[in-house]
């Protein structure tokens, strides 16, 4: 029956979608293009809130929405916050300020964090006692920007999410948490409803909703549940090593961190968009935006098929881990190498 839940959240997604976009003019729920922004004309951002009907509605015919007690809150407070930045926008301070209750939130109604973590390359964990809670919220709102800032393509972060979430269901149905697959994949379903209207196509040039603040932080959010879920567990058979949870959201968490590390090193402010992301760089390189969005796309399901592989096969955590933490360097001098290469080739 599964697959008819699936079905059911990708219908009610994709139908939502449609609907809710003739409404987003009158809701001030409309992105408007500017010198950042260059995607021609106005364009409704509520496919996260579609993503969100079709979600949660799927859960419930799956008799699943009660499983998801501990996130419904933080949910719902990340929700509303994006929304009214999508109608308003706030401030960037008072977004991260929400961010962290939110995780807070989060971490309490789960009762998971980070009380050890591996360490890169060798065997054993680093047992982090006082600091586990701060560095679980900490955590938690990095791959909530990470998502948020991403979302700077058609169907770049739809297609993120929708690799994560299908990655952290396969980890789950392999721990035996079919409780977590089934929402796992109904969040997947979801965001393919979504990407019918949000990804390029033959037959569609352009995006034609956005997911907007409200859909990325809550999705966002919902994400980082299922991570807590599955590698925080109590039951060590069915636990998924951290570094296997967290490897299908490398992509935008390495972006990120790279984008703001180098944004500091030039001395701007971390957190100012900009055009300096991963994608944007393959469009300074000669890349069409769909290529672009296939090639992100092809390395956040091949970081996540490699780490999945390589713990099904015992590769020890530390050591997957290290190559992770390997990669984001090399991208960090990639990245950096490469802008400078273009700016050259410009002078």
Request: overall charge positive; charged content about 10%.
């Amino acid at each position: 029956m599964t697959w008819l839940y699936c079905l059911s959240a990708f219908v009610i997604s994709a139908v939502a979608c449609l609907l809710l976009a003739r409404c987003a003019p009158g809701l001030r729920l409309v992105d408007m293009p500017d010198e950042r922004k260059r995607h021609g004309a106005p364009v409704p951002v509520v496919g996260g809130i579609g993503v969100l009907l079709g979600f949660l509605l799927a859960l419930v015919i799956a008799g699943q929405l009660p499983s998801l007690e501990t996130a419904v809150g933080p949910m719902i407070l990340l929700f509303v916050t994006g929304l009214v930045d999508d109608a308003r926008n706030l401030s960037a301070r008072l977004k991260l300020v929400i961010q962290i209750i939110a995780a807070w939130w989060l971490v309490y109604g789960t009762g998971a964090a980070l009380y050890a973590i591996p360490i890169p390359f060798v065997t054993g964990h680093i047992n982090l006692a006082w600091a586990a809670v701060p560095l679980t919220v900490l955590m938690i709102v990095a791959v909530l920007n990470a998502i948020n800032m991403i979302d700077g393509l058609d169907g770049l972060a739809g297609g993120c999410i929708t690799v994560a979430s299908a990655a952290l269901g396969l980890a789950a149905a392999f721990a035996g948490r079919s409780d977590l697959a089934v929402i796992a994949a109904l969040l997947c379903a979801a965001v393919l409803g979504f990407l019918l209207w949000n990804a390029r196509f033959p037959w569609q040039s352009r995006a034609r909703v956005f997911m907007g603040d409200a859909g990325a932080l809550a999705l966002g959010l919902l994400l980082c549940w299922l991570v807590l879920k599955l590698s925080l567990t109590y039951v060590p058979q069915q636990r998924v090593p951290l570094t296997v949870a967290l490897a299908p959201l490398a992509v935008p968490v390495i972006d990120m961190v790279v984008v703001a590390f180098w944004r500091a090193a030039e001395g701007r402010n971390p957190m100012k968009a900009d055009r300096g992301h991963s994608h944007h760089l393959l469009l300074e390189m000669g890349m069409s935006p769909v290529k672009a969005v296939r090639v992100i796309w092809a390395m956040a399901i091949g970081i996540a098929g490699v780490t999945f592989t390589a713990w099904q096969l015992g590769v020890q955590e530390g050591r997957l881990l290290g190559v992770l933490v390997l990669g984001a360097l090399v991208h960090l001098i990639w990245f950096r190498l490469s802008w400078l290469a273009l700016r050259r080739s410009k002078v």
